[in-house]
């Protein structure tokens, strides 16, 4: 039998597989009390309900139960047992093995699939006879498949179940579906079972002989050869020689070594498991227990480890030996058999038992295991531990840990290693430096321990003789011994520390006791035996463990206290003035008076009888968790109850006011059977919904009486609560009683009171009439929920609602002749008649008229809960007792605003109801500011459309971000607008909401709107009102000018006139022209789908709000958004339209707002000298028709189409023409992205960096691509253009012309795609400026090839390189815009041009200052000789030119050369890589031909030098690609260096330096400062050089 608690889960049966836990004999319960539940499928069992019977019957499967209210008590029945007691019953045993045989899922395999027989290669002849000689046997759970030393010759195939296998009495695995077992035997290489097989589970076999198969064998010449050379394998373990060499074997490996003991070696060797692999099947893998180690005596297989490459092994190969120790670290080797494998496998606990046979060999294996974790804690660099890192002597003296550490052992434990056992005696203390460990109770698991832990201080301080729990190793654990002698020596110095080892004996203890008790703090009390498991829980949390030994006072009388003590282990003597009175023993509870506040002094003496584990509690720390917990708050207070003294105890109830009137014999019967309860602050003295079982009498204290949270009344002294239940009227408590203090009371039973009554009938008309005067206050009360279902107002509501309102139905009582309500009156519950008889009258005194009787079930009063109504229509009086329920308004919109798909149903019904009066106020909508100039006829229409609509308190009519297709308008109630959860506004009757929504103008709400009363709405629809719009398009425009204005006043910061101001090609022809258009400009919305601009219209518009989408023959080619403009230049007549529709339509959004200019508004607006000045502006833009027609095909990209005349024509059709004023951005980034740009008048400015260039009339720009591209790192930045004239230019979008080849025909569609894919991008991109190099080589040569040619321009043209034409922007301020101007002579630019080359944009060099006039006056006045003539001071001019010049030169020189470098570098660095991979291949290489020289690898080496040998090519091939682009790097440098020296020696012969023509100046001219060359700068670019070179 079995208690299950509430809280605590059970998992019966188990999933079978290795790796669970969890499997269990108790495989079935049998519900013999209380309920349960099957987690798995929430499925609820009853008293007799059965729980995994599947299990039970040895068929896989489990579950998780746990109890459903209470606790439950099960009969748990083991499995083995089962079978065992019906062993005996052999009907019943094959009743219940059919039925397991039913449960078991189909085979999916048979014996034929057994690698063994597979091996033998038979024809499907072979199968058939195999199949034909296998005989099928079944084995119940706990019985043996085979005995251990069972002489056998059989192959085992478990088809269904699940067994154990044991070799030397240990389990080792696991034997799943569809394994074998007995290879060995079947082969004659074993003669007896060297293992035995038990069944966990209802298993299903198939046994084959080897009499049987080698009988057959003669008819299958294939089978029978391969069968014969299996069974050679036999010498493997038969022979002499071969059990000698698989011993030598053993002790060749490092793990044993040859200095092992041969006594040992020998034991192991008999210990382990001969096993038998064939070609593919895995020996050692992730998925097999890691506690095996394998040795390899016969046959060939491959190891690897995950990340390495496959490694061939033979005999005499060892896996797994460190799993003999601990669980290998990083990732397992694995190992694959390549042909028929013999292999002896040593599980660990075999090898454990062992050691513990020959513990003189456990030093050797602890050495190998200290360096395994020396070498694991430097590859994670851990720190290794010692005692002063310890958190446990963390605080304790360095000269008492001195001493301490000096008494430590040092042992080392291997995993599965039991340290101590449990219930054996001993007084060592061990501290866990490293390593993880496992404690166990009783065999079950309660805890866990880690590195810096200790356990064994109670033993070690004396506390106990035998060990509380067995302490296993799950890892290696490095681990220090204190004995119990020398923690006495140290202790001698250092008593001090004595509190520290019995705190932590103490804290140790309690888990012991938890654990060992269920996990659970209320185990271990009597006081907690029946306490929630979270009470505990916060219980233990909160509670210091304290140790006593024997004869220590843990109270003493007369001192003052506040806490608990909880007796958990030992006794105690309780002694008043030094006398004994009692005995305490463990689960006793100590100073709970304390702890409550109910007595500050200690009031008895506790001493320690012997070894006295207790937990303390502080009132602190328990009165904020009572308050939690109602149940364990009141069980404590009885117990206080019982030991408390009160100062004022009455010896009758006489003198409370409830029994004043009654007989003495009466209240003293009472006064026998009453019981004292004492309730603290904040207790709930009766609970709602209780059982209402007594009446409790308050002595002392106050308590207020709550009602839905709300407090109806108060009471106290005298006072009398629960007479309801006590007299029987009432079975559940109607109201919630909570005291305002602590209050001293008397309960009694309603047993109790009965009897008293039965004695004394007189008393019973007296409790009679205070029972029906109490009823009547009451003011809710649970009762049968169904009675809703007789109502016709609940007859489509849901089961699940009408519970939650059956939770609130109010109970109240009415004696005859009392009134439920009066017609007239005002309200808003509804009644239900549960017992009685109601009258139901019209009329008022003595016109009153009974027109009709109520039954049980009667419900009165739906119009008014509804809010319809508040009313009374009539007079409902009591003609006898009537139980009503009373359902209130509040109550029912409570739960509606939780049911939403109630709410539509209630609406339903209420507008039915109301749809009989129809629409009172038929002014409501057309009063509203949206239709209020409509027509007549229209608001006619109107009307009928309109839907009633009501909503509930509190009940939301929309919310904010959802959407809403309707407008509506308030008749009555109220209602208020929250933004983000803050309230904005109150909507009142007559007001409404949603125009925008109804105009489909945004389907979002801005707010939500929620009903604060009961609301009566009309409702319209957008959908009927845009089928009404379609016949009255006149209402249409007016509506939507109406939002449109309504929208525009929201952007009210920005007037109109400003709006237009900041159109840059407005702005060109004053601010009379722009306020003249102000006038004539109109607010316009277009909704999602409409169009903003039709190919036919000729308007000018500034969108706004939202974003727009322009599209040329319905080819989408530019989006426009808020602020920009569009069609302005064609309003003026500046551009010519296109040959194909254009129209802008809205996009992305759902509505956009903008303002529109029309085309007679423009012709208004162009008035006298605004008309002159657009003709001079159409001048200034004005384009030659030949540049017009030729300018596309000028791009490189379209004209590599090589496209005839009348497709340019078309191509030409599908651009769109655009007018920029002076110093407007032309070919935005944007457009970059996505267009061709042609040039067709005025002039602009292209930059990118440094490089600046001219664009004129002609030019073009863009990379011709139909394909969107990817965004890419790597490519270069967007260059700026900006018009530096008026400016007229052609944009083709990508869209378009991808538009255009499609609708070319098939024939020509394939050859300009063809033409299209040669297109050379990196041209374009030289013709459009996006210069995107793709290495750093790239960049040296585009720099060197940029500062040769401005030297060569310079020089033709005696211009200065650094002052050639650049992209010097001189900004003015117009308005809001930026007007760009350049700072150049048009002579410089026609320069530039015509050397082809966009000159780099460099900084001027740094000359030194011309002197100050006055300066230099006074030197011309101390030179002696005349001044210089006019050709000297050119030739002065041109020398210091050149001198600038070459100043400059060695500056670009000395970046070059950096980028150089760098390169250079890169290119050193990736050689240096490649060097260290070639030489660690050659390591391997080397080791790999040492270890076949060792006779170690035996096959497959050639395969794997060749492979190392292509690798080591490849290293060698990418070196001397390296090294070539190395040399040429340089080679190019030299080259360009090369050319540059030319240059200054052209140079310098033109212009001879100032040393070189001695004479060719005066004096004077020497005395003005002229210099040579920057030698400096020279010499360091020559250094560079070098160094580069090396």
């Known amino acids: ?928 500011a949206l239709f209020k100039d409509c027509q007549q006829a229209f608001l006619d229409e109107l009307g009928p459309l309109l839907q009633r609509k009501i909503f509930f308190p509190k009940q939301t009519i929309v919310k904010e971000g959802h959407e809403t297709n309707d407008m509506l308008a308030l008749s009555t109630g109220r209602a208020i607008m929250e933004k983000g959860g803050e309230l904005v506004d109150t909507i009142k009757e007559g007001e409404c909401f949603g125009e925008m929504a109804v105009m489909r103008v945004n389907s979002n709400s801005p707010a939500t709107i929620t009903a604060e009363v009961m609301c009566d709405m009309q409702s319209l629809s957008c959908f009927d009102l845009e089928t009404l719009l379609d016949r009255y398009p006149e209402e249409k425009v007016r509506l939507l000018a109406t939002i449109a204005s309504t929208m525009r006043e929201e952007l009210a910061e920005v007037t109109n006139l400003e709006i237009l101001g900041e159109v840059p090609l407005l702005a060109e022809f004053g601010s009379d022209f722009v306020s003249r258009l102000n006038e004539v400009a109109e607010i316009k919305i277009a909704r999602k789908d409409d169009l903003i601009k039709t190919p036919s219209q000729n308007t000018f518009f500034v969108l706004l709000q939202g974003s727009a989408l322009v599209e040329i023959g319905g080819e989408a080619t530019r989006e426009l958004s808020g602020g920009d403009s569009f069609g302005e230049a064609m309003a003026l007549g500046l551009t010519e339209a296109s040959g194909l529709p254009m129209q802008v339509a809205v996009h992305n959004c759902n509505v956009c707002l903008y303002l529109e200019i029309s085309e007679e508004g423009m012709r208004g607006a162009l008035q006298g000298p605004t008309s002159s000045k657009v003709q001079e502006f159409a001048k200034a833009v004005e384009v030659f028709r030949e540049l017009r027609e030729k300018v596309v095909v000028r791009h490189s990209g379209i004209a590599h189409l090589k496209l005839k005349e009348d497709q340019v024509a078309q191509v030409r059709a599908w651009c769109e023409e655009l007018v920029y004023v002076a110093g407007q951005e032309v070919y935005s980034a944007a457009m970059q992205k996505t267009s061709l740009f042609f040039m067709l008048a005025g002039k602009a400015t292209y930059s990118m960096g440094r490089h600046t260039k001219v664009l004129e009339p002609g030019s073009t720009l863009g990379e011709l691509n139909i394909v969107e591209q990817k965004a890419s790192s790597h490519s270069a930045p967007k260059a700026e253009i900006v018009a530096t004239t008026h400016c007229k230019v052609l944009v083709l979008h990508r869209n378009a012309l991808a538009k255009f080849i499609s609708q070319e025909p098939p024939e020509e569609n394939d050859r300009i795609q063809k033409r299209l894919a040669t297109v050379d991008h990196q041209n374009q991109s030289d013709q459009s400026g996006n210069f995107q190099p793709a290495t750093l080589r790239h960049i040296a040569d585009f720099f060197t090839t940029q500062c040769l040619q401005d030297a060569k321009a310079g020089l033709k043209e005696k211009v200065k390189p650094w002052n050639a034409p650049k992209a010097r922007i001189a900004t003015k301020k117009f308005g809001k815009r930026a007007i760009a101007k350049p700072d150049v002579d048009e002579e410089a630019a026609r320069t530039t041009r015509s050397t082809g080359t966009a000159s780099v944009k460099k900084r001027p060099p740094l000359a030194p200052k011309s002197p100050p006039a006055t300066a230099k006056s006074n030197v011309v006045k101390r030179l002696t000789l005349p001044s210089p003539s006019k050709s000297q001071s050119q030739e002065r001019v041109k020398i210091s030119e050149l001198d600038k010049q070459e100043r400059v030169f060695c500056k670009d020189m000395r970046r070059l050369i950096g980028v150089a470098q760098i390169a250079i570098k890169d290119a050193q660095d990736e050689q240096e890589k490649l060097k260290q991979q070639v030489g660690k291949l050659r390591a391997e290489i080397k080791a790999t031909k040492n270890a076949a020289r060792a006779g170690r690898v035996f096959f497959g080496f050639d395969g794997v030098s060749s492979a190392e040998t292509v690798r080591e090519q490849e290293f060698q091939r990418k070196i001397h690609v390296s090294q070539k682009r190395i040399d040429q790097l340089r080679h190019k440098l030299a080259g360009t260096l090369s050319r540059r020296q030319e240059l200054l020696n052209q140079l310098k012969g033109e212009y001879p330096p100032l040393s070189a023509r001695g004479g060719a100046l005066s004096g004077e001219l020497r005395s003005v400062n002229m210099q040579e060359p920057d030698s400096e700068e020279a010499a360091e670019v020559s250094f560079q050089l070098e160094t580069t070179s090396m």
Not at 389 to 412: A, K, N, Q, V
Not at 803 to 808: G, V, Y
């Open 1 to 928: 039998m079995h208690t299950l608690l509430p809280g605590e889960e059970l998992l019966l049966g188990g999933t079978g597989t290795v790796e669970d836990a969890t499997r269990q004999p108790r495989a079935c319960a049998v519900v013999e009390r209380g309920t349960v539940i099957i987690q798995e499928t929430q499925e609820v069992l009853e008293e007799g309900g059965v729980a995994c019977e599947a299990a039970l019957l040895g068929v896989k499967g489990s579950c998780t139960i746990s109890c459903q209210g209470g606790s439950a008590s099960l009969a748990l029945i083991n499995r083995v047992q089962f079978w065992d007691l019906i062993a005996d019953f052999p009907k019943e045993r094959e009743i219940f093995i059919k039925m397991a045989l039913d449960r078991l899922p189909p085979a999916t395999s048979d014996i034929s699939s057994v690698p063994l027989l597979l091996q033998l290669e038979g024809q499907q002849g072979f199968h058939r006879l195999l199949q034909s000689l296998t005989k099928q046997r079944i084995v119940l759970p706990g019985k043996e498949v085979v005995s251990f030393k069972e002489v056998r010759d059989k192959l085992s195939f478990l088809q269904s179940g699940h067994c154990d296998i044991f070799v030397h009495g240990h389990k080792v695995r696991e034997l799943p579906s569809n394994s074998t077992t007995g290879e060995l035997n079947f082969m004659g290489v074993l003669h007896s079972s060297n293992n035995a097989v038990i069944a966990t589970d209802f298993c299903i076999l198939q046994e084959l002989t080897r009499k049987d198969i080698e009988n057959n064998l003669a008819k299958h010449h294939g089978p029978r050869s391969r069968w014969r050379e299996l069974i050679k394998l036999k010498h493997a373990f038969k022979q002499e020689n071969q059990v000698e060499r698989q011993y030598r074997m053993l002790r060749e490996t490092s793990f044993f070594g040859d200095e092992m003991p041969a006594e040992f070696v020998r034991h192991i060797h008999k210990m382990m498991e001969p096993l038998i692999f064939f070609p593919g099947q895995t020996i050692v893998s992730e998925e097999n227990p890691d506690d095996t180690m394998f040795l390899l005596v016969e046959g060939g297989a491959t190891r690897s480890i995950p990340g390495s490459a496959d490694r061939p092994v033979g005999p005499g190969a060892v896996v797994g030996s460190m799993a003999l120790l601990c669980k290998p670290y990083g990732p397992r080797e694995q190992m694959t058999a390549t042909v028929v494998c013999c292999v002896l496998a040593l599980q660990r606990l075999i090898f454990l038992e062992s050691l513990k046979k020959h513990p003189e060999v456990k030093g050797h294996f602890e050495d190998i295991a200290r360096e395994y974790m020396k070498q694991t804690s430097e590859e994670n660099d851990e720190e290794s531990a010692n005692i002063y890192s310890m958190p446990f002597f963390r605080e304790c003296g360095s000269r008492f840990l001195y001493l301490l550490d000096l008494h430590l052992d040092r042992h080392i434990f291997f995993r599965d290693e039991a340290i101590v056992q449990e219930n054996t005696e001993g007084e060592d203390m061990y501290i866990l430096y490293t390593g993880t460990m496992d404690v166990k109770v009783r065999g079950m698991k309660v805890g866990k321990l880690e590195g810096g832990m200790c356990f064994g201080e109670m033993a070690v301080l004396g506390l106990v003789k035998k060990r509380s729990a067995t302490i296993i190793a799950i890892s290696l654990c490095d681990v220090r011994i204190l004995s119990r002698k020398s923690l006495e020596e140290s202790i001698k110095e250092f008593p001090e520390e004595l509190a520290r080892f019995e705190g932590l004996a103490a804290t140790r203890n309690r888990m012991t006791l938890e654990k060992r008790n269920g996990g659970q703090v209320r185990h271990l009390c009597s006081f907690f035996q029946d306490c929630q498991p979270e009470f505990a829980k916060a219980i233990a949390e909160e509670m210091h463990d304290r140790l006593f030994t024997k004869g220590q006072v843990i109270m003493k009388e007369g001192e003052d206290g506040d806490s608990l003590f909880l007796l958990h282990q030992g006794s105690a003597s309780v002694e008043l003035a030094g006398a004994k009175v009692a005995t305490l023993k463990s689960g006793d509870i100590l100073g709970e008076l304390a702890v409550l506040g109910l007595a500050n002094k200690r009031t008895a003496t506790i001493i320690a009888s012997e070894t006295c584990f207790v937990q303390e509690l502080s009132r602190s720390s328990l009165m904020p968790i009572l308050t939690r917990f109602s149940a364990e708050r009141q069980t404590l207070r009885q117990l206080a109850a019982q030991r408390m003294e009160w100062k004022y105890i009455p010896d009758t109830v006489r003198g409370f006011e409830f029994f004043k009137n009654s007989s003495r014999a009466f209240t003293d019967l009472v006064d026998q059977r009453m019981k004292r309860w004492i309730f603290f602050k904040g207790d709930i003295m009766l609970q709602k919904g209780a059982e209402a079982e007594s009446l409790i009498i308050i002595c002392t204290g106050h308590v207020q009486v709550e009602m839905d949270g709300t407090v109806i009344r108060e009471l106290g002294e005298g006072d009398v609560v629960g007479e309801l239940g006590a007299f029987g009227f009432s079975e559940k408590r109607s109201a919630t009683v909570r005291c305002k203090e602590i209050c001293d009371t008397y309960v009694i039973a309603r047993e109790a009171l009965g009897a008293a009554i039965e004695q004394y009938p007189d008393q019973e008309e007296v409790f009679r009439h205070l029972a029906i005067s109490r009823m009547r206050s009451d003011v809710e009360r649970k009762t049968d929920k169904n009675v809703l279902l007789n109502c016709p107002l609940f007859q489509h509501s849901s089961r699940k609602f009408l519970n939650r309102i059956a939770a609130h139905l109010e109970d109240r009582l009415f004696v005859a002749g009392e009134n439920l309500c009066v017609q007239g009156e005002k309200g808003d519950t509804m009644y239900i008649l549960v017992q009685g008889e109601v009258d139901v009258i019209i009329g008022k005194d003595e016109d009153e008229v009974v027109v009709n009787l109520l039954m049980q079930g009667a419900v009165i009063g739906e119009i008014a809960v509804l809010g319809l109504s508040d009313t009374r229509t009539a007079t409902l009086r009591a003609r006898r007792v009537c139980l009503v329920q009373v359902l209130h308004r509040s109550i029912l919109m409570k739960y509606l605003a939780e049911f939403p798909r109630e709410i539509a149903q209630f609406q339903e019904v209420g507008a039915a109801r109301l749809a009989k009066t129809g629409i009172k106020n038929q002014n409501l909508f057309p009063s509203q």
